[in-house]
C-alpha cells in the first residue's frame, strides 16, 4: 500500500525566506507525484506534478519540486515566499497508470508573516 | 470551464440521521472520485467510479456509506446512519480518466455530526 509523510505539520516564515516542504512516499512501483494547495477558504488546486522525465517540475506562482527516486522523496521548493503563499500544502502519490485515486500526506500548513 | 461542483456546502445532523451529498463533476470527466476528509488530516479515497462503474470502493463503510452515479455523470454520497466520527469535509474529484491525469477537485461539503 502506498503512504505519504509530511514531517512539517506547521511553518513560519517571514517574507522573502525560502521554503522547503519535505515529502516521502512508501511506494514499490512506479508513480506520480502531485503536490496540492488549499489557500484559506478556497478548494484543493494543483500547484504541481511529476509524471516522468526531468526531475526537477517546475510550477505555478514559482514554486518547484525535485524528485529523488533513491530517496522516495518530492520536497516542495520556493526561493522567497509572499504573504499570499500562506495556505496549506499537501503532497500526494498515485501509481504509475495515473488512473487511480491519491493517496494523500497529512499536510503542512504554512504561515508567510509580512 | 466550470469547476467541479458540490452542494450542500455546509451540513449539520445529528447522530443516527442520514445525510446525502451531491456532486456534478467537470464535463467530459470518465472518473469521479469521493474522498473524506477529517480535521488535521490529508483527503483519503472513499470511493472511485469510472463511467458509472465502480472502480475501488474499498475503503468506504459500506455498513453506512453508499454511493452511486447513475449515468455516468453527477453522483451522490450518502450516510445511514451518521456517526460523530463522520464528521468531515466530503470532497469530490473528477478526471478524464486518461493516464497521467489530473484530479480537479470540489469545495467540498463539510459535515458536522452532533
Known amino acids: 500500500a502506498q503512504s505519504v509523510s509530511q514531517h512539517n505539520h506547521h511553518v513560519i516564515l517571514s517574507e522573502a525566506a525560502s521554503l522547503e516542504l519535505g515529502c516521502n512516499y512508501s511506494y514499490g512501483g512506479t508513480v506520480n507525484l502531485f503536490w496540492y494547495v488549499q489557500y484559506p477558504g478556497q478548494h484543493l488546486q494543483l500547484l504541481l506534478k511529476?509524471?516522468?522525465?526531468?526531475?526537477l517540475v517546475k510550477g505555478i506562482k514559482g514554486f518547484e519540486a525535485e524528485f529523488i527516486k533513491s530517496k522516495f522523496s518530492f520536497n516542495l521548493r520556493k526561493p522567497s515566499v509572499q504573504w499570499s503563499d500562506t495556505a496549506e500544502y499537501f503532497c500526494?502519490?498515485?501509481?504509475?497508470?495515473?488512473?487511480?485515486?491519491?493517496?494523500f500526506g497529512s499536510g503542512t500548513r504554512l504561515q508567510v508573516q509580512p | 470551464e466550470a469547476g467541479v461542483a458540490q452542494s450542500p456546502r455546509y451540513k449539520i445532523i445529528e447522530k443516527r440521521q442520514s445525510v446525502a451529498f451531491w456532486c456534478n463533476p467537470i464535463s467530459g470527466h470518465a472518473t469521479l472520485y469521493w474522498y473524506q476528509q477529517i480535521l488535521g488530516q490529508g483527503p483519503k479515497l472513499l470511493i472511485q467510479f469510472q463511467n458509472n462503474g465502480v472502480v475501488d470502493d474499498s475503503q468506504l463503510p459500506k455498513d453506512r456509506f453508499s454511493a452511486e452515479r447513475l449515468k455516468g455523470v453527477d453522483s451522490t454520497l450518502k450516510i445511514q446512519p451518521a456517526k460523530l466520527e463522520d464528521s468531515a469535509v466530503y470532497l469530490c474529484?473528477?478526471?478524464?480518466?486518461?493516464?497521467?491525469?489530473?484530479?480537479?477537485f470540489g469545495p467540498g461539503t463539510r459535515l458536522t455530526v452532533l
Open positions: 511529476y509524471f516522468s522525465g526531468d526531475p
Open positions: 500526494a502519490v498515485n501509481d504509475g497508470t495515473g488512473r487511480r485515486a491519491l493517496t
Open positions: 474529484a473528477s478526471s478524464y480518466g486518461q493516464a497521467a491525469d489530473t484530479q480537479y
